[in-house]
DNA sequence: TATGAATGAGAGTTCATTCAT
DNA sequence: AATGAATGAACTCTCATTCAT
């Protein structure tokens, strides 16, 4: 029982630290974010933060990493169904920028952009992503089989998804968005039908 | 005459900051670059910089809006012909992602990233970018024009045509892209005419 | 009985951090050798070490103390036969630099200048080494007794063997020493017979 | 002359941290001297140290440079003349441990240690420490020759001096030295005698 | 007795910016 | 106009130590 406490006690910190960091990251970016007020603003010292995480960099890629795996699972369950029109409408859902998403799109455009430039992160970002492709891939195609759809090199397609995505959050991101929410989903749903599925 | 050497040569050493300034962002990032290095690549010093400019920030705003206006009067002349098809030819040629125009993409998007952390420089960041829609819009108003097709909201459209096209930057900028040169000029026309011109 | 087993486990424990903290202290240095990982190489954690010692300093006393003791225990059986040769060869093979006895002094060296710039640990320290000499003083008065040889200030002649032992050690102690082991003995041993027992 | 003053203000500046960083390293130790306290006493900034070393190892390496090339160029004079006492003795007061001396004992004690543990740093100590033995080694060579004394291995014989001065550098740093002034230069001097030249 | 989560002071270092020259 | 010495705040990260369990 005093095991059990203290694991939760350390679970229930870590946890208080990396939602810290999801906000604080996506406030202020990664480099802008110090670990000093992450930790403050869960509640602790920076020695928290550091006796919970190697460092920095390594509690973004766990952000990012459980972000992807929560959208591909969530894109799996989408488009698990048997009727496409309300598929397409989950996966619109899945990646529309409301909520949580836009935030977590701003940290991945800024981890793009590090990947860009350290040669020594780009390696684990670069299978990180391919991945994400791969199995965002698999989730295109079976959208597009309730479609009736043939799909061919799915993984290249979902890197052009991903990459309408991630423009348009960059413009939700703004402080005068030119587009609405809904302009975002009207765009994804297009995107998807016209681009991708040829419909 | 002692004046006018003067401001000539004034203007030369601005134009190298300024040149040096472009180079170094583009490769470092805005924060990786340091005002150090930008002057010395320059071949001045730290003084230089500034003598001649009021900030770091300053000079990205300067390099920003420089290249937005060259890319709208290039899209002005690609849209001034006769041809659709050549003038759609000439816009990709415009917006691809080669020369240049890749690290431009880069710093767009950090200066987007920018703009939705700091207050004090969201203001001009939007009215620089509104004004860019609008531009760009009217670029492509001509290119439907020469297709006969009709063209409503013309800056909404030309947010989705950016915004696809700096998703597709990002991930050219990767380590590992998962879309060619080729792929990227394929995307862009398919974009505009799909998505915009509905052909 | 339960009590006695409860002393003895504490005492293994203990047996063990000293252990291990001798060869995390000679390899990396009284301030590199982070009780942390003093702890863990001895199979526990940091507790077990606070339970234990009062501090990191006090470990590090408790060796050197260990190690003083030893030696002159060492010196006393090695002067304590009727030939005068053999006690010398004796002496040298107690004070030469092989096996442990480099290590130890590292560490008495480092303890040397920690002493300097402490002066709470000063104290304490002069008292023990201020005792280390009389007792290898009259160590060495044995040996002069062998060689039929009179010695004066015993305490004072040990100090300068000593100095001259730890500078020997200390380039030992480089990466590409000047001297060798043989060097080491001949040396010890010269400066016994010539310095100290003006043979 | 603005040129010069704007150098000379450099090169104060410079002295003050230097004269500051011999002090504090040697009250503190390397490690127990933080930039922060050097700048401090040289009534600067962290920000000035930095702008004049590349790092604290870097000073800390030069402020032995320059002491080792020191006491080469003295020991080279106090062996010039055609006396051997003379030669002798003034050999001794460049060895012996008054004034400065003993401070840079410390510090090359410290720094013999951490080039025991770090390989980085290992080679350009190396490197320093030869050449201080052949040079020492050469003015041993001329105080022999002016004892009409042969000299075998002067790198060598260097060595086990320094070793030697070293220890006793060590004793005098204590709290409470067994060794006075005069005993260092008596003990320096019997060494230099029976040990090196075999009088 | 031993654990290990958490503290908090402090480390070295970087850099945009200022200002006397 | 250009220099570059100096600032000073901010950064990531380390670690001896404490204490509730």
Same mark, same amino acid.
């Given at each position: ?20 960091? @999801?906000?604080? +990251? ?22 928290? +933060? ?23 699972? @969530? ?8 009727? +496409? ?52 891939? @698999? ?32 413009? @939700? ?17 297009? +995107? ?8």
């Amino acid at each position: 029982m005093t095991r059990l406490s203290r694991e939760k006690a350390r679970e229930a910190t870590r946890g208080k630290l990396i939602a810290a960091a @999801r906000t604080c +990251f996506a406030q202020h970016g990664f480099a802008g974010a110090s670990v000093d007020v992450i930790a403050e603003t869960a509640g602790y010292t920076k020695g928290a +933060f550091y006796s919970n995480f190697d460092s920095k960099e390594a509690v973004f890629f766990l952000l990012l990493e459980d972000h992807l795996a929560q959208e591909i699972a @969530r894109g799996r369950s989408a488009t698990a169904g048997s009727s +496409f029109n309300e598929a397409l409408n989950r996966m619109i859902r899945v990646y529309d920028l409301e909520g949580e998403s836009q935030d977590w799109c701003l940290l991945a455009v800024e981890f793009a952009l590090h990947a860009a430039r350290s040669e020594s992160f780009a390696a684990r970002y670069t299978e990180l992503c391919g991945n994400n492709h791969v199995q965002l891939g @698999r989730n295109l195609t079976r959208l597009a089989d309730l479609a009736g759809r043939p799909m061919n090199k799915p993984a290249y397609k979902a890197s052009k998804f991903l990459a309408f995505r991630t423009g348009l959050a960059l413009d @939700r991101t703004a402080p005068a968005p030119s587009l609405t929410p809904g302009d975002v989903r009207g765009a994804l749903g297009g +995107f998807l039908r016209k681009v991708l599925l040829r419909i």
